[in-house]
């Protein structure tokens, strides 16, 4: 398992849905809700607002209304890493942020 590399930040229902879709958010990954199962060690891309990022699959943990899924950030691009950093501050500060996982 990988060593958390930076701060997470964890908030529910921000975005006013009876469920979140994002759980927590860092530099280095995010823990969102899946509708579906999705396979330990596989890559998928996160959404986050605008910004779309390849991510690994580091645990996909079922609920009664779907998956609890935990991804790390892989290969973000240089003149991507601002944008991440700015959405990770806005999360803390409790900014409504999108999420959606597309595996």
Known sequence: ????ASERIEF?????SSEPTLFDL?????????SKK?????FAFVKINTLR???QVVYCQERSDGFRVGM???EVPADLQASLNDL???FSRGVPISCSIEG
Request: hydrophobic share 30%; aromatic share 6%.
């Open 88 to 90: 990770v501050d806005k």
């Open 12 to 16: 529910i229902n921000l975005n006013g």
């Open 72 to 74: 790390h950030f892989c």
């Open 53 to 55: 990022l390849k991510a």
């Open 38 to 42: 999705l396979e330990k060690d596989k």
């Open 1 to 4: 398992m990988k060593d958390r």
């Open 26 to 34: 860092s530099k280095t990954g995010v823990c969102g809700f899946s």
